[in-house]
């Protein structure tokens, strides 16, 4: 089976590529996700795909086979914007290949998975269609970079689709990745009295309340223990904001937005009853609350989430890891496995209904979101080699 795998793919490299051109040059930031989700559809169904249709929130979704084990391929086709003030080489939305690597927003963050699934997609229909002992949904994902795992959370939740597994395509430079820190936003106010303040004393200043939070804040970060695979969680105050009738007045209101990095055994509810041992042990009235999430899909439909993404990790001994790496060994002859540093989409999967979850694809996590941005092409016709074996190595008796 991967001597036939391995042609078929060498057979379809310079589609894979020009496909992967193609995701390159159609612009698709968070929201603004309807050309992109068009293209992928019309691809799913010229390769032959069960079935290809965008679900009520927008993301594209297609189907391959009806066998009894569901996989879900996951991929989010949105993209962060290019910002002015970034410094391209190469125009970001040109797609320009040179010296068997290609440049551009999404080269890395993450088009491959969408492109190397797509083609994946194509050789199981054309090589494989008889009786497959599982259905694979290949997903592209809108609107993950304001709301990572939200997309995935509406499709399990609301589109009638149950994944036994899933699989990311979050940067992994070829690796299997098992797992994340989790992240979590939390605002804490202070409220206190205002005066003019030419007569200060006769007020109470909500900024000083803050003050031995903030501080007690930044000896907490250094505190944190780190726990293996993921290595130690943060915390950070990432805004201040603070109101007064006028500059001329002490500040009845304070305000600050933390950001909390999670790892092993931190959840909701510890990080909640940390900041609020802080408090009480500076006696402070003090509000602690967790954020929303807001937004539109490109298609309109409005969603709103706590803004609390689960922190994951699966074993090396779990089927779904195990899996993986015999399918990375035989197809690209290694296998070895990392966690990511940044969010994905795993937050729902794993994080929130527990589905085994998994990811794997070319590039290098920290070139996303910048202007270096770029991916070696070869790497991508072996992910490609993986996505096409792995649900054969994953539902083998
Ligand atoms: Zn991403």
Redesign the pocket.
Known sequence: MIEKIIKAVEEEKENLFSLMQKLIQIKSYSGEEKEIVEFIISKMKEFGFDEAYHDSFGNAIGKIGNGPIKIMYDA?IDTVKVTETENWVRPPFGGIIENGKIYGRGAV??KPAMAGYLIAGKILKKYFNDDLPFTIYVVGSVL?EDADGYPLYHIIKNEGIKPDFVLLG?PTDLKVYRGQRGRMEIKITTTGKSAHGAHNQKGINAIYKMQPIISDIEKLDKKLNPKSPLGKGSITVSNVLSKAPSLCSVADFCEIHIDRRMTIGENKSSVINELKGIIKKHKIDAKVSIPKVEGRSWKGTEFSTEAYFPTWVFDEKHQLVEAALRASKKSIGKAKTGVWSFSTNGVATAGHFGIPTIGFAPGKEEL?HSSKEELVLDDLAKATKFYSLFPFELTKK
């Open positions: 989010h963050d993450e993950e979050e996303s």
